[in-house]
């Protein structure tokens, strides 16, 4: 190697996908390594035809080499190594460079599901989040409610339906993560509200989110192998062939529902855990036939409110319970800003929110704030009527309509154009409220509010996620309206 580098430059780690298989009609996935950016030092190497990458990772990733354009050279022996897809100039390596993997321990990994759990036995690390520091780790919230779920799982008889509540931002999927490998969890379902959820949890799942980053577990972890159930399971063949192969379960109530039920029976069976996020979406008749199926095993809810969006009780043990004022004063949410309109003619509330979520809106993008707007309705005629009015308000961000009577690709294409901000306002029935990953949100337009208190305190918590260069949140209401003065004060 020489003394004097190359470059430096940010290069995009390629992801290795061991498993991609179709079980029935629905895909069986496992990575040994998913895809991040790293800052690099670009050196030529001893070995003839080769580069040699030096990174600020732990080993084995400090050191990774790079074959040169147009060489055919030996691999350096029990080396990570590198090769660009398509050829260019080491001054012209960035991020978006598309290398691939020629030499990897994982190229070779052909564990089992059982075999990647017994890997997991005593490799997880409780780390607490230490700012002060500089030591990332669990949240004091997230601590607790591993340590709950744990007593709760020595518990070996009578088990009932145990409730976490942890509001919304306070990292309830990572605990999920945690707990499964930290209990080493051999078969478990993840019951989710919505099929945007599912597909957003199942990839969580698949990297075991930011664990490794916050050193709770090794980067060379073995990955779960993880479905996303998202066609029915149509015979008892296929569900022991989803058994055999995987770890992990992503699905909705309503996939399960209209499932072969001799064939989710033999599933549900085969099953060690049920873990239930944003419980209190899940009505209590749906929610009563697939608890039916779990009696005697362990199932744990997770939600940021003990009830249903009817009011009622979610029903089981809640065994850990962090409150929204907790979290306040904790300091994993930022301030929010309440922008009153007060408008008492029929039609005119609707006006006067919009006019005044937009110039909010347009206010931060000149403050210099990456800001995305959601306006909030109950029911889809509602957001049809009222996209001309956004449209015609701020036509240059882009207005658009978001909701779960869409198809798949109108949902994929419209959730596409918040992210790379080709739109900046969505007009959303009931959706990216809970669980939903896009700090950006920053603005509410509650144009129709919860009826349930805690369901309206959950929705407008989503918005004050801690994130210091985003700024603070605002939300916008109509305080004539009746509903409001109960939904928005605390009792």
């Avoid at 070995?47 to 074959?67: C, M, N, S």
């Avoid at 004091?140 to 409610?145: D, M």
């Avoid at 062939?241 to 770890?247: R, S």
């Avoid at 899940?282 to 362990?298: H, V, Y």
């Amino acid at each position: 190697m020489t003394l004097f580098p190359l470059l430096k430059t940010v290069i995009t780690i390629p992801e290795i996908k061991l498993q991609d298989t179709k079980i029935g009609e629905n895909k069986l996935v496992r990575f040994a390594l998913r895809s991040y950016p790293v800052g690099v030092t670009i050196y030529d190497s001893d070995y003839d035809g080769w580069h040699e990458i030096r990174t600020d990772k732990p080993a084995p990733y400090d050191v990774i080499f790079l074959q040169q354009p147009r060489k055919r050279a030996k691999i350096p022996e029990r080396a990570l190594c590198l090769r660009m897809i398509k050829a260019c100039e080491p001054k012209n390596l960035d991020k978006n460079t598309r290398l691939a993997w020629l030499q990897h321990p994982a190229l070779d990994d052909k564990m089992g599901p059982d075999e990647i759990v017994k890997s997991w036995d005593g490799i997880f690390r409780f780390r607490e989040d230490r700012p002060d520091f500089g030591q990332p780790g669990l949240r004091t919230p997230q601590l607790g409610a591993l340590h709950a779920i744990s007593a709760y799982f020595s518990v070996k008889n009578d088990l009932e339906p145990a409730t976490i509540v942890l509001p919304t931002g306070t990292g309830k999927t990572e605990t999920m993560l945690s707990v499964l490998v930290y209990r080493q969890l051999s078969k478990v379902l993840v019951l989710v509200p919505s099929n945007s959820l599912r597909d957003q949890i199942s990839e969580k799942f698949l990297s075991l989110g930011y664990l490794s980053r916050l050193g709770l577990i090794p980067r060379e972890i073995a990955l779960p192998a993880v479905v996303a159930v998202k066609k029915g399971i149509k015979s008892i063949a296929e569900a022991k062939m989803l058994l055999k192969h995987g770890n992990v379960f992503v699905a909705t109530a309503s996939v399960l529902n209209c499932s072969h039920q001799g064939s989710v029976d033999r599933f549900c069976e085969g099953l060690s855990d049920l873990f239930v996020d944003e419980a209190h979406h899940i009505s209590a008749n749906t929610w009563a036939k697939i608890r039916d199926k779990f009696i005697g095993k362990r199932v744990v809810q997770f939600t940021a409110t003990p009830f249903r969006n009817n009011g009622n009780a979610l029903g089981g043990r809640i065994i850990y319970n962090y409150t929204m004022g907790e979290a306040q004063k904790a300091g994993y949410f930022r301030h929010i800003n309440l922008i009153p309109v007060e408008e008492y003619y029929i039609g005119e509330g609707d006006i006067s929110i919009a006019q005044a979520a937009v110039g909010r809106l347009k206010a931060d993008l000149k403050d210099g704030f990456d800001h995305l707007l959601m306006a909030r309705v109950e029911r889809k005629p509602r957001a049809a009527d009222l996209l001309p009015l956004y449209q015609k308000l701020a036509p240059e961000l882009n207005p658009i309509v978001v909701h779960s009577g869409m198809n798949k690709g109108m949902i994929r294409n419209a959730l596409s154009a918040l992210f790379s901000r080709e739109s900046r306002i969505a007009i959303c029935v009931n959706m990216l409220g809970e669980g939903f990953d896009l700090p950006s949100l920053k603005i509410a337009a509650i144009h129709d509010i919860h009826k349930s208190l805690a369901i309206t305190l959950q929705f407008i918590g989503r918005f004050t996620r801690q994130k210091t260069e985003l700024g603070d949140a605002s939300v916008v209401v109509n305080i004539a309206e009746p509903e409001v003065e109960n939904g928005l004060q605390y009792p």
